[in-house]
T-cell receptor
Framework: GAVVSQHPSRVICKSGTSVKIECRSLDFQATTMFWYRQFPKQSLMLMATSNEGSKATYEQGVEKDKFLINHASLTLSTLTVTSAHPEDSSFYIC????????????FGDGTRLSIL | KNQVEQSPQSLIILEGKNCTLQCNYTVSPFSNLRWYKQDTGRGPVSLTIMTFSENTKSNGRYTATLDADTKQSSLHITASQLSDSASYICVVSGNNDMRFGAGTRLTVKP
């Protein structure tokens, strides 16, 4: 089945650091990638949607200058949390989908971000 | 109010028992409904996907039902195993967006 690889799986860093998370589709072309944030015992919250070669579309309340998304190729999207602070600590999950919007999204295994 | 409501919020059952998880939605127009399984610290994995015309779909011990008239779906797990312990998330898609339920946390005990 389709595989999405997310890296790193865990990051612990100091406040003020910028952190980059990578999301790769390994065996299909990901026309669209999604970035989610998940707090403990809560469901996924969509942060932004990115289409290859286009600027990401951010959900209301998500700061685009804080969470930089790049989707430069059909197999790679990155999320950079700039100048991270403790309140940015969370579980970040990416997903990818091909051209057929009716196919399920394939999720990465998430990145646990802890800002000290 | 969330457009996708799941119940129960959490559930504990003994290994070998069956259980049913519920999902009610108000998303309109409706495109499809998916059930995902999310193990702790992992990304969600798709279990089933159903469109408007489908009433039931099975994936091994998982059987999902959909009543598009009442906007209700259920996920039935038979002969539960310890590895079924996870969160089960109902996701309903409309024309251009997806709505996530808060999930049901299932714990299967020996």
């Amino acid at each position: 089945g389709a595989v999405v690889s997310q890296h790193p799986s865990r990051v612990i860093c100091k406040s003020g650091t910028s952190v980059k998370i990578e999301c790769r589709s390994l065996d299909f072309q990901a026309t669209t990638m999604f970035w989610y944030r998940q707090f403990p015992k809560q469901s996924l919250m969509l942060m932004a949607t990115s289409n290859e070669g286009s600027k990401a579309t951010y959900e209301q309340g998500v700061e685009k200058d804080k969470f930089l998304i790049n989707h430069a190729s059909l197999t790679l999207s990155t999320l950079t949390v700039t100048s991270a602070h403790p309140e940015d600590s969370s579980f970040y999950i990416c997903s990818a989908r091909g051209r057929d919007r009716y196919q399920p999204q394939h999720f990465g295994d998430g990145t646990r971000l802890s800002i000290l | 109010k969330n457009q996708v409501e799941q119940s129960p919020q959490s559930l504990i059952i003994l290994e070998g028992k069956n259980c049913t998880l519920q999902c009610n939605y108000t998303v309109s127009p409706f495109s499809n409904l998916r059930w995902y399984k999310q193990d702790t610290g992992r990304g969600p994995v798709s279990l089933t996907i159903m469109t408007f015309s489908e009433n039931t779909k099975s994936n091994g011990r998982y059987t999902a039902t959909l009543d598009a008239d009442t906007k209700q779906s259920s996920l039935h797990i038979t002969a539960s195993q310890l590895s079924d312990s996870a969160s089960y998330i109902c996701v309903v898609s409309g024309n251009n967006d997806m709505r996530f339920g808060a999930g049901t946390r299932l714990t299967v005990k020996p």
